[in-house]
């Protein structure tokens, strides 16, 4: 995952990556470990603006 990525919840909400965050922020390898989504309509109900959230709650639909 990143930037510019479209995302998609569970219940169908879609969003584009805004940015990301690692999980161990000073290893070299580390994976994604939350993400900032900028909403496509409307927002999923436990969203608030300038929340980061993990990868887990998210499906990849399409690669930037």
């Known amino acids: 995952m990143k930037r510019g990525d479209l ?3 569970n219940k ?3 969003g584009i990556i805004i940015q ?8 070299p ?4 470990g939350r993400v ?3 909403w496509l ?6 969203w608030r603006r300038g929340m980061m959230f993990g990868i887990a ?8």
């Open 29 to 32: 390898n580390s994976p994604i």
């Open 41 to 46: 309509g409307t927002p999923p109900h436990w």
């Open 7 to 9: 995302i998609e919840t």
């Open 12 to 14: 169908g909400q879609r």
């Open 57 to 64: 709650s998210i499906k990849m639909v399409s690669r930037a």
């Open 20 to 27: 990301t965050e690692m999980m161990y922020p000073k290893h």
């Open 36 to 38: 900032e989504v900028e």
